[in-house]
């Protein structure tokens, strides 16, 4: 009947603990970058960007299809 006795401060310290260390990495892994790192992303980013809006097909405007009519 007896089973292990646990202390339930020291249980939930150790889970904020734990806790605390996975929001660490996680906030390691987003703002722990180097300057050169960053810059390269933009970089390709805007290559990307630049490269969906070369595919873009412009549409007339307003003004302009209301010429065409008459």
């Known amino acids: 009947m007896t089973g292990d006795v646990v202390n339930l401060r020291q249980f ?3 889970r904020e603990r734990t ?6 990495e996680q906030n390691r892994i ?6 050169a790192e ?3 992303t933009q970089a390709l980013n805007d290559k990307a960007e630049s ?3 070369q595919g873009r097909l412009e549409r007339p ?3 302009e ?4 009519k008459d």
């Not at 806790?19 to 660490?24: H, L, N």
């Open 30 to 35: 987003s703002f722990g970058r180097t300057k």
């Open 51 to 53: 490269r969906l809006d």
């Open 61 to 63: 405007s307003k003004d």
């Open 19 to 24: 806790e605390k260390e996975k929001q660490a």
């Open 38 to 40: 960053k810059s390269l």
């Open 12 to 14: 939930r310290k150790r």
């Open 65 to 68: 299809t209301d010429d065409c």
